[in-house]
């Protein structure tokens, strides 16, 4: 029901910026939330940011927060993240994803895309 693509994933060194950009498409659906993941080898899945459509809540796991920003447009099923001040332990494959089922807060995120590659070189 739906598909959700992300891109702008690449290779940088530490101190640069990336964008990431997610779009969902559908033949009909709702996002109620939106955000962001990552993965590096070895480790479990963790959240970075994310928006509730709902609410206007904005999220940020602590160790990015005032060097990454969520953005988005609801109406477009869109999300970006911009991505300063990288670090090497930003290095991870990074998702997208979003609730398509209800807007709870302990809802888990149900559609994922398939992800984009972040590495930061040191």
Do not use: H
Not at 62 to 70: A, C, H, L, P
Not at 85 to 106: F, N, Q, R, W
């Amino acid at each position: 029901q739906v598909q959700l693509v992300e891109s702008g994933g690449g290779l940088v060194q530490a101190g640069g910026s990336l964008r990431l950009s997610c779009a969902a498409s559908g033949r009909t659906f709702i996002t109620y939330a939106m955000g962001w993941f990552r993965q590096a080898p070895g480790k479990e899945r963790e959240i970075v940011a994310d928006i509730s459509w709902t609410t206007g809540r904005i999220y940020y796991r602590e160790s990015v927060e005032g060097r990454f920003t969520i953005s988005g447009d609801n109406a477009k099923n869109t999300i970006y993240l911009q991505m300063n001040s990288l670090k090497p332990g930003d290095t991870a494959v990074y998702y997208c994803a979003a609730k398509t089922e209800t807007d709870a807060v302990d809802a888990d995120f149900d559609s994922w895309g398939r992800g984009t590659q972040v590495t930061v070189s040191s």
